[in-house]
């Protein structure tokens, strides 16, 4: 399917990442989700909301470097872009116990948009 419309909220600064040095390392918190707005509207929200005893994959918000940006993982990554914002990739993950975002695992950007609020 075309067109479809999905993305994330990031609970955690992207510069948060820097905490553990050079390393790609998962940070962030419970307020991260993931959602699809076309052809379906759904939220994934962490999984801890509803469930206190939470694996280590299941805290596994965001993570990212100078090659890919990651939310959720554990088992698979929930939403991935590489560095140039084009090619990603959506798959299960045990943080937001997630559906895969979109109709196929590997897809192509036609539009990425990226708000802040300070």
Same mark, same amino acid.
């Given at each position: 399917?075309?067109?479809? &419309?999905?993305?994330?909220?990031?609970?955690? %600064?992207?510069?948060?990442?820097?905490? =553990?040095?050079? +390393?790609? /390392?998962?940070?962030? *918190?419970?307020?991260?989700?993931?959602?699809?707005?076309?052809?379906?509207?759904?939220?994934?929200?962490?999984?801890?909301?509803?469930?206190? %005893?939470?694996?280590?994959?299941?805290?596994?918000?965001?993570?990212?470097?100078?090659?890919?940006?990651?939310?959720?993982? !554990?088992? !698979?990554?929930?939403?991935?872009?590489?560095?140039?914002? +084009?090619?990603?990739? *959506?798959? =299960?993950?045990? /943080? +937001? %116990?997630?559906?895969?975002?979109?109709?196929?695992?590997?897809?192509?950007?036609?539009? &990425?948009?990226?708000?802040?609020?300070?």
């Amino acid at each position: 399917m075309e067109n479809e &419309v999905f993305g994330a909220f990031c609970g955690s %600064d992207w510069s948060d990442r820097h905490q =553990h040095g050079n +390393f790609l /390392t998962y940070f962030g *918190t419970g307020e991260t989700f993931l959602f699809t707005i076309y052809p379906n509207r759904r939220k994934y929200e962490w999984v801890g909301i509803t469930n206190q %005893d939470v694996s280590l994959t299941g805290q596994m918000f965001m993570a990212g470097d100078n090659t890919t940006l990651t939310i959720g993982g !554990g088992n !698979g990554e929930g939403l991935q872009l590489d560095s140039e914002l +084009f090619n990603g990739q *959506t798959k =299960h993950c045990d /943080t +937001f %116990d997630n559906e895969p975002l979109c109709s196929q695992p590997y897809f192509k950007a036609k539009i &990425v948009e990226v708000f802040g609020i300070d």
